[in-house]
């Protein structure tokens, strides 16, 4: 399966934590801010996984998204998040596609669905 611009058929924003200090107990305070503008993505889940632990459900969706390797691209983290209709993904790990260095692979996971304003740990 061959990638173009016309599988890109999502909208991604991707997320920087910006420290503004720091807590009483050393602990980073910040915000979640726009890293640039969204960009064109093509998503695929990759799994998920529901179990029990702690007397608690855990909900996990790992999904793969494609981007093309602009210098943004490259230049997107682990520690930064992705916004996709309206749920927040941890980065799991940046890669070159194979056999198409144009675009990024970029695994990422949610837990539960997190939403927007969800903090991650940084």
Do not use: C
Request: glycine share 10%.
């Amino acid at each position: 399966m061959g990638l173009n611009a016309g599988s890109l058929n999502r909208r991604i924003q991707i997320k920087r934590f910006t420290e503004t200090g720091r807590d009483a107990y050393g602990g980073r305070i910040g915000d979640w801010q726009d890293f640039e503008t969204p960009v064109a993505a093509r998503r695929r889940d990759v799994s998920d996984a529901e179990r029990l632990s702690a007397a608690a459900w855990d909900n996990k969706l790992v999904v793969r998204f494609v981007i093309r390797a602009t210098s943004f691209g490259k230049s997107i983290e682990r520690t930064d998040m992705i916004l996709h209709e309206g749920i927040a993904y941890e980065i799991d790990g940046i890669k070159e596609v194979p056999d198409s260095r144009g675009f990024l692979e970029i695994t990422a996971i949610t837990s539960g669905g997190l939403q927007a304003n969800t903090p991650f740990e940084v």
